[in-house]
T-cell receptor, first 112, second 115 residues
Framework: DAKTTQPPSMDCAEGRAANLPCNHS???????VYWYRQIHSQGPQYIIH???NNETNEMASLIITEDRKSSTLILPHATLRDTAVYYC?????????????FGGGTRVLVKP | NAGVTQTPKFRVLKTGQSMTLLCAQD?????MYWYRQDPGMGLRLIHY???????AKGEVPDGYNVSRLKKQNFLLGLESAAPSQTSVYFC??????????????FGSGTRLTVV
């Protein structure tokens, strides 16, 4: 699976959009980009994923560059409950046991 | 629909003791995983299973054994606990058909302390 690079931490103002970058310059054509978050002491929570096209769901939007070497997770209106560690993961689907490999993630602090 | 349930939620062991962590899922998922998370770090894969009766090693398998006798259950065993195994353990599951359409579902974790 391709390696990802994320900033270790970032702050965001409540009510503003939070833009979380992720670099995955060695991503392969069949690897998906997944985003998870982990709120303190809880199990990770799936947010969104994509292959090539931009994706949006009720939680967030995922913007993937045309060359697929980087992506941005957007939380449109950050709330205090969005304070968490956010993990960007790239992975092939069914191959190799469908495993997820977690890096260090970005620690996001939403401030009032 | 409970999702992924882990038992126990907390446990303190003495060095050398053994125990089994239980993970149960009610979503009929084929794939199940055990991760550990040490303070300030990301999750690391211990063992995983792609179906009933099959298991495989992950990134940090030493000191652990697993079994998947029933599709809905994935057991993680510590035969002789060591202080280095003090950690938070997370179980997760996902479906084969949903590999590219669904994420993992994680349990709430088991906090294990080995003294």
């Amino acid at each position: 699976d391709a390696k990802t690079t994320q900033p270790p931490s970032m702050d965001c103002a409540e009510g503003r959009a939070a833009n979380l970058p992720c670099n995955h310059s060695t991503i392969s054509g069949n690897e998906y980009v997944y985003w998870y978050r982990q709120i303190h002491s809880q199990g990770p929570q799936y947010i969104i994923h994509g292959l090539k096209n931009n994706e949006t769901n009720e939680m967030a939007s995922l913007i993937i560059t045309e060359d697929r070497k980087s992506s941005t997770l957007i939380l449109p209106h950050a709330t205090l409950r969005d304070t968490a560690v956010y993990y960007c993961i790239v992975r092939v689907g069914l191959a190799a046991g469908n495993k997820l490999t977690f890096g260090g993630g970005t620690r996001v602090l939403v401030k009032p | 629909n409970a999702g992924v349930t882990q038992t126990p939620k907390f446990r303190v062991l003495k060095t050398g003791q053994s125990m089994t962590l239980l993970c149960a899922q009610d979503m009929n998922h084929e794939y199940m995983y055990w991760y550990r998370q040490d303070p300030g770090m990301g999750l690391r894969l211990i063992h995983y299973s792609v179906g009933e009766g099959t298991t495989a090693k992950g990134e940090v398998p030493d000191g652990y054994n697993v079994s998947r006798l029933k599709k809905q259950n994935f057991l993680l065993g510590l035969e002789s606990a060591a202080p280095s195994q003090t950690s938070v353990y997370f179980c997760a599951s996902t479906t084969r058909q949903g590999a590219s359409n669904y994420g993992y579902t994680f349990g709430s974790g088991t906090r294990l302390t080995v003294v």
